[in-house]
């Protein structure tokens, strides 16, 4: 059985008399940096001036600084800025600062697991990677609880990296709901892998393709949006909350039956070899490179997705659906 870590295991006092730069103040960084600085911890936000973040940053009562500034001042630099923008900025603003001694903290392990970032001697290297988007670490962290988190640790020169870790999901909330010890490899593969096989890539492209066959066989486009996007939401809280067990238990004994007869007919082994396939770009290296190539040539294709996403039917339909049923005064 796995472990979990709670409050009990992190010990907050391992912060105490450090300073932490928190760089990024987007989706991760700002719940972040407001969790930790309400948990006591002594925090700085670094940020590129001018920046659209840097007025954000200042009314949440933060005195933020240009990435170097925060750099140079920190004992625990945590980069939270997008994945393809961290090696530049790593390159340009934090690496010639990083002394011995200090640590160097990731919400994600793409970078250091691909080797695009590699730190120096004598700085340690850790992960803190929250469950949920930024808005939930927040806003759980309001509520008196937390958001799960995975920790890990690749390089711990000064004998005490893991314990950094612990006390910074502790400061995030994170130890409320329990962390779970994994490795940058395991986290970054497994984290690429279910964003493009299920949450993301394949639970959109199995809606796009269930609503385009019911509209192509005569049924509403309004109806087939609800049939097969809207309630979508409803099945993914049972499976939250109970697994997928508790969710087979909640729906009626026809959903029950067509679902556990009919789904591996959709999800084939075909599929699978396709899955197989997507795992093995990820494990070679093979989507970062793509990923960062994509990037630095001003990201055509993922444009080109975007705009005739927006031209899509569905998302017409849904925008209409969405102003008829909003709460009314």
């Given at each position: 059985?796995?472990?979990?870590?709670?409050?009990?295991?992190?010990?907050?006092?391992?912060?105490?008399?450090?300073?932490?730069?928190?760089?990024?103040?987007?989706?991760?960084?700002?719940?972040?940096?407001?969790?930790?600085?309400?948990?006591?911890?002594?925090?700085?936000?670094?940020?590129?001036?001018?920046?659209?973040?840097?007025?954000?940053?200042?009314?949440?009562?933060?005195?933020?600084?240009?990435?170097?500034?925060?750099?140079?001042?920190?004992?625990?630099?945590?980069?939270?800025?997008?994945?393809?923008?961290?090696?530049?900025?790593?390159?340009?603003?934090?690496?010639?600062?990083?002394?011995?001694?200090?640590?160097?903290?990731?919400?994600?392990?793409?970078?250091?697991?691909?080797?695009?970032?590699?730190?120096?001697?004598?700085?340690?290297?850790?992960?803190?990677?929250?469950?949920?988007?930024?808005?939930?670490?927040?806003?759980?962290?309001?509520?008196?609880?937390?958001?799960?988190?995975?920790?890990?640790?690749?390089?711990?020169?000064?004998?005490?990296?893991?314990?950094?870790?612990?006390?910074?999901?502790?400061?995030?909330?994170?130890?409320?709901?329990?962390?779970?010890?994994?490795?940058?490899?395991?986290?970054?593969?497994?984290?690429?892998?279910?964003?493009?096989?299920?949450?993301?890539?394949?639970?959109?492209?199995?809606?796009?393709?269930?609503?385009?066959?019911?509209?192509?066989?005569?049924?509403?486009?309004?109806?087939?949006y609800f049939e097969v996007l809207h309630e979508l939401k409803l099945i993914v809280d049972l499976i939250q909350t109970g697994g997928i067990e508790n969710m087979w238990d909640n729906v009626s004994n026809t959903a029950e039956y067509g679902g556990?007869?009919?789904?591996?007919?959709?999800?084939?082994?075909?599929?699978?070899?396709?899955?197989?396939?997507?795992?093995?770009?990820?494990?070679?290296?093979?989507?970062?490179?793509?990923?960062?190539?994509?990037?630095?040539?001003?990201?055509?294709?993922?444009?080109?997705?975007?705009?005739?996403?927006?031209?899509?039917?569905?998302?017409?339909?849904?925008?209409?659906?969405?102003?008829?049923?909003?709460?009314?005064?």
């Amino acid at each position: 059985m796995v472990n979990a870590y709670y409050d009990r295991d992190a010990d907050m006092d391992v912060l105490k008399g450090k300073r932490i730069a928190v760089i990024g103040y987007g989706i991760q960084g700002r719940a972040q940096a407001l969790n930790l600085r309400d948990s006591g911890a002594d925090v700085t936000v670094g940020l590129r001036k001018g920046g659209e973040s840097w007025s954000i940053a200042e009314t949440d009562g933060f005195a933020p600084v240009t990435v170097s500034e925060a750099v140079k001042s920190a004992d625990i630099v945590m980069m939270l800025i997008p994945d393809e923008v961290q090696s530049d900025v790593y390159a340009n603003d934090v690496e010639k600062h990083l002394r011995k001694g200090m640590t160097l903290e990731f919400g994600h392990g793409f970078n250091i697991h691909f080797r695009r970032i590699q730190p120096p001697e004598g700085v340690d290297v850790i992960m803190v990677a929250p469950k949920g988007p930024g808005a939930m670490v927040r806003n759980t962290y309001l509520q008196g609880f937390g958001t799960p988190s995975l920790v890990a640790v690749e390089k711990d020169y000064s004998g005490n990296a893991f314990g950094v870790a612990l006390a910074i999901a502790r400061g995030i909330g994170s130890t409320k709901a329990g962390v779970i010890r994994t490795t940058f490899r395991e986290e970054t593969e497994t984290d690429n892998f279910g964003e493009q096989v299920v949450l993301c890539g394949g639970v959109a492209e199995l809606i796009g393709r269930a609503f385009k066959l019911l509209v192509s066989n005569g049924y509403q486009p309004e109806v087939a949006y609800f049939e097969v996007l809207h309630e979508l939401k409803l099945i993914v809280d049972l499976i939250q909350t109970g697994g997928i067990e508790n969710m087979w238990d909640n729906v009626s004994n026809t959903a029950e039956y067509g679902g556990r007869t009919r789904g591996s007919r959709v999800i084939d082994d075909h599929v699978v070899g396709n899955m197989e396939k997507i795992l093995s770009d990820i494990r070679d290296g093979s989507f970062a490179e793509e990923w960062m190539n994509e990037y630095y040539r001003e990201m055509p294709t993922l444009r080109k997705k975007r705009d005739e996403a927006q031209k899509e039917q569905i998302e017409q339909v849904g925008k209409e659906l969405r102003s008829l049923f909003v709460r009314k005064q």
